[in-house]
């Protein structure tokens, strides 16, 4: 009934103050919403369903790391085991890397913001919301490369930092290493892609009224990463396109006989690379300062030193390269100044665990499985910063250097520093993006299961790394006696896995039959709590009018603005700093070009591998795919 | 929503498109170009990182002749007149106008390609007789894809001012952000220009 009475009232400039309040939502959802059905699953441009599917996807990636985590602890269970063989064992830990890194870690972080960014800033729709479905087939194209590669027994096998002149055209024959580069390809568009629609939603599509000094710590987080996606990503796109030059066409960027130089690689494989961790680390950051407030129930403590430490993290990770090159025998000088640079990084790291902690401390915290996920980072990773200032003094370095020393510190700050917080932000925010709760009893399960299985199967590594286990190797002589401690790694590593698993039960469980939530669950603070769970496809009614860092605690009443249109898609536009109303502007509807064009993308790149013509040809259907997305159509949002 | 809420910011005035820095289509080019600039950079690095290495540079290879580097440059730094006032036109969406601009700054697209052909040969080195080759040819690749890619930019655009679609300002915001991002790709070739021509005249 209401759909007739709105086909007759709607016309071409209805404001939302021209129909009844409670047809507003039904008006709103004809307009917004996603059409059912695979068309509508391959053109919307809906920043929920396309998080959602990219948060799904890199969890599926995660799983399927670990099960490659797996068969590496199966094979090392014990001295000369003959499960893998070597040039498999090289594929799977290559993959292992590769994939935990490309595909789960970057993109999950990114993945989140994608949901959480625009509904935490009040708008309706994420910027450029075509090249943000785009992002996500080209990620989920990517990844499919690698792992058809994989099963082809064409993985790379290379490592997942893929040095020259291994991975080079002398040592690296066949396709391996330029599937591995062509996935980086891939990958580092999709991030790019995510990157630019972040800083334009969150410095153009803020609610009016959200200053910057109200800004949502989370929203912090992801502006100074995405500077960081775009300033690092494009060395390592740089770097794997002059790899794949280098074998295919004959370049020499790594060839030292004809003036190339195989350190150049590690620059530039590093100057990505080291930024990557915080890229991984500063979303992890933001999740942290969201969580804790909400259960410790008080605003943070120290807004300002926290955003002023996300900045500096993010500029120093520029500064700390070549400390993954200790070992290769740089000047002195240089290797002091970097060795400076990567103890000054623990400062503002510091600072944010400060406050956090005070923040706790002066609050009244309520320990739910979130909270709980948080505990576990701060002792996690605590441990994973010590080995971090320890590997960052050269001469410790050399000593353990490509051992499992080395091994046993990254996955401390990445699975303590970024995982956990990330497992804790799956808890919180699950609530939101389904309507349902997860189970708080199999939480603790999860949380206790993960925490003991990770400590125990990583913490250990430490001492067999200080024994002399190099990483990366396939077996061991019995006489070396690491025997006894890998079998204890291997039989904890199941531990580890069973709480995943159990995690994973938890969510499709709970996606089923969880207990139904209500919009905001936790009584927290931010904005994404305003509207329903989970949240209509336009996001809010009325686009919020902010005045204060704690909107939902210091109003009960949330002011709004009026006056959109609601016969078209259209949001608003406000200031950088002040977030004053400058437009209403329209947001593209739904589309497939952005399909078309990654599939075209992907032809072009794919086929690049085999023939450096495919970079010339394939560039015609991609050239269309383009024109056939930009041109504009006869919608009200293209025509006004 | 289901939070209570009041109405009491009235946005029904406002424009349906801001131009310039209200317009987040210009944000996304400056984001762009904050990426394709990083990647030049660093490939301006790699060549100074190269040679550094080398006891000789260029190698194996005279100094590149650099007439036609210096014909190409002209032709851009001349084509930031008519690109500056296609912006101009834009901005006041006068169409017709931009229109003749659009079709000039197509040959100011093509015609820079002829002297950039020469540029290749000019080296003196092919893109596999050495790093000094490899380098140099990819700075030039990237820079010409980046000509091109705004050349077909500019003819789509040219295309879309004939058709009904083009007096719509955000169309013509269009035209001001490709403006923007031929002034990028024009500044982005003085410090190429000075690494691949100056570099072995000073050395």
Known sequence: MSGSYLEQVVQPDTRDTDIPPRLLGPQLERIWGTPRGLWGFLTTVDHKRIGQRYIVTAFIFLAMGGVLALLMRLQLSGPERRFIDPDRYNQIFTMHGTNMMFLFAVPVMEAVAVYIVPLMVGTRNIAFPRLNAFSYWMFLIGGLVLWVGFALD???????????????????????????????????????????????????????????????????????????????????????????????????????????????????????????????????????????????????????????????????????????????????????????????????????????????????????????????????????????????????????????????HFHYVL?????????????????????????????????????????????????????????????????????????????????????????????????????????????????????????????????????????????????????????????????????????????????????????????????????????????????????????????????? | MTHPVRPVLDVSDLPLHGSGSASPTWWGTLAFMLIEGTGFVLLIAVYLYLASLASTWPLGAPAPAPWAGIAFSALLLVSLVPNFLVARWAERRDVRRVRIGLVIMTLFGVVPLVPRAFEFPALHVMWDSNAYGSITWTLLGLHTTHLVTDLIDTIVLLALMCTRHGANPRRLGDVQDNALYWNFVVVTWLPIFACIYGVPWLL
Request: hydrophobic share 55%; proline share 8%; glycine share 8%.
């Open chain 1, 154 to 408: 064409m993985g790379p096998d290379v490592g997942w930092f893929a040095y020259v002149p291994l991975s080079g055209p002398q040592y690296g024959a066949g396709k391996r290493s330029d599937i591995w580069a062509q996935m980086i390809t891939f990958t580092e568009i999709a991030a790019l892609a995510v990157a630019v629609e972040l800083v334009v939603t969150i410095l153009k599509q803020r609610a009016p009224g959200m200053t910057l000094d109200r800004i949502p710590l989370f929203v912090w987080a992801m502006l100074v990463t995405a500077f960081a996606v775009i300033c690092a990503m494009p060395a390592i796109m740089i770097a794997s396109t002059s790899l794949i030059l280098d074998r295919l066409v004959g370049t020499h960027f790594f060839n030292p006989s004809e003036g190339g130089d195989v350190l150049l690689w590690q620059h530039l494989f590093w100057f990505f690379g080291h930024p990557e961790v915080y890229i991984i680390f500063l979303p992890a950051v933001g999740m942290i300062s969201s969580i804790i407030p909400t259960f410790a129930r008080r605003p943070i403590v120290g807004y300002l030193p926290l955003v002023l430490a996300l900045i500096a993290t993010g500029i120093l990770a520029f500064g700390l390269w070549v400390h993954h090159m200790f070992v290769t025998g740089l000047p002195r000088l240089g290797e002091s100044f970097f060795t400076a640079s990567s103890m000054a990084i623990a400062v503002p790291n510091g600072i944010q665990i400060f406050c956090w902690l005070a923040t706790l401390v002066l609050g009244r915290p309520v320990l739910k499985t979130p909270m709980l996920f948080i505990l576990a980072f701060f002792f996690t990773f605590v441990i994973g910063g010590l080995s971090g200032v320890m590997v960052a003094s050269v001469p410790f370095d050399t000593q353990v250097h490509d051992t499992y020393f080395v091994v046993a």
């Open chain 1, 415 to 640: 699975i303590g520093g970024a995982v956990f917080p990330l497992m804790g932000a799956v808890y919180y925010w699950f609530p939101k993006i389904t309507g349902r709760m997860m189970s708080e009893r199999i939480g603790r399960w999860v949380v206790g299961l993960v925490v003991v299985g990770f400590n125990l199967t990583f913490f250990p590594m430490h001492i067999l790394g200080l024994q002399g286990m190099p990483r990366r190797i396939y077996t061991y002589q019995p006489e070396l006696g690491w025997g006894p401690l890998n079998l204890f790694v291997s039989l904890s590593g199941c531990i580890l896995a069973a709480g995943f698993v159990l995690f994973f039960f938890d969510v499709v469980r709970s996606m089923r039959s969880g207990a139904p939530a209500s919009d905001n669950p936790w009584q927290a603070a931010t904005l994404e709590w305003a509207t329903s769970s989970p949240p209509p496809s336009y996001n809010f009614s009325r686009i919020p009018v902010v005045t204060s860092a704690n909107p939902l605690w210091d109003a009960t009443i949330l002011p709004a603005t009026r006056g959109l249109r609601v016969e078209r898609r259209e949001l608003l536009v406000t200031t950088v700093v002040d977030a004053e109303p400058q437009a209403r502007e329209s947001s593209p509807s739904d589309s497939i070009w952005p399909f078309w064009a990654a599939v075209t993308t992907s032809v072009l790149l794919v086929s690049s591998i085999f023939t450096p013509w495919a970079v010339v040809w394939g560039a015609i259907p991609v050239t269309f795919a383009l024109i056939g997305w930009f041109w504009p159509k006869s919608t009200p949002e293209d025509l006004a």
